[in-house]
């Protein structure tokens, strides 16, 4: 059995174990035979949450038992790989059981998420999101070049369970966030955003389904 300890700074750029001791918040990603097996967030030097992922054919009543009650834990299930990204059933931990609410989690090939949703034990939608990196990007206007988006730039769609309901930044590319598609499509037509994306881009991130790229 191999095991590999990888660090992450909070835009999900790789940093070395040096980096990660003179940061206050970064992600300390632990693998076993290069399978994720835990996620340690870590801000302003305290752990906020640990994610935890069961490998094909482990006891998950094993996997709880061997949890630390310190740390507030999330248990990864029933692993899939759809169009190269990966996608996981998330539950909280409460107490010593899984709570029955759960999200479906899908990440990239970097373990960075693109979609997260929740559902109810009857498997119907709640809430979620769709996050859309701009990180190293170029920022386009109308063709042109105006600079470089920084590694902090996303932009979330937000859905309820009747469709889209916000669409947001983690960064002043807008003001304020857009309250419905029209408005976001007549405003950012030939702007930073749409320019980066292809029609099936768009169709993916303004739609509830497919929650799996197919891009």
């Given amino acids: 059995m191999s095991t590999n300890t990888v660090f992450h700074n909070l835009y999900g750029t790789i940093i070395t174990s040096s980096q990660s001791e003179l940061a206050d918040s970064y992600y300390k990603l632990s693998y076993v035979d290069n399978e994720l097996k835990t ?8 752990i906020l949450n640990v994610d935890y992922y069961l490998s094909a054919g482990e006891d998950i009543n094993v996997g709880l038992g061997s949890l630390d009650p310190q740390y507030s ?5 029933n692993k899939q790989i759809i169009n190269t990204y990966t996608v996981w059933d998330a539950r909280r931990v409460v107490g010593n059981s899984l709570e029955s609410l759960y999200s479906k989690v899908v990440l990239n090939t970097n373990n960075q998420t693109v979609a997260i949703f929740s559902y109810t034990p009857g498997n119907e939608i709640i809430e979620g999101f769709k996050k859309f990196d701009l990180g190293g990007k170029n920022i386009l206007d109308d063709g042109n070049i105006e600079g470089v988006f920084g590694d902090d730039a996303d932009v979330f769609f937000k859905f309820d369970n009747a469709g889209i309901k916000e669409i947001d930044t983690s960064t002043e ?16 037509q030939g702007g930073p955003i749409l320019s980066l994306m292809t029609p099936d881009m768009v169709s993916y991130y303004t739609n509830i389904l497919p929650l799996v790229p197919n891009f």
């Fill in 73 to 77: 834990w999330t248990v990864y299930t």
């Fill in 39 to 46: 996620k340690f967030s870590i801000f302003n030097n305290k």
């Fill in 173 to 188: 590319i807008f003001l304020k966030p857009y309250k419905t598609l029209s408005i976001f499509f007549d405003e950012q």
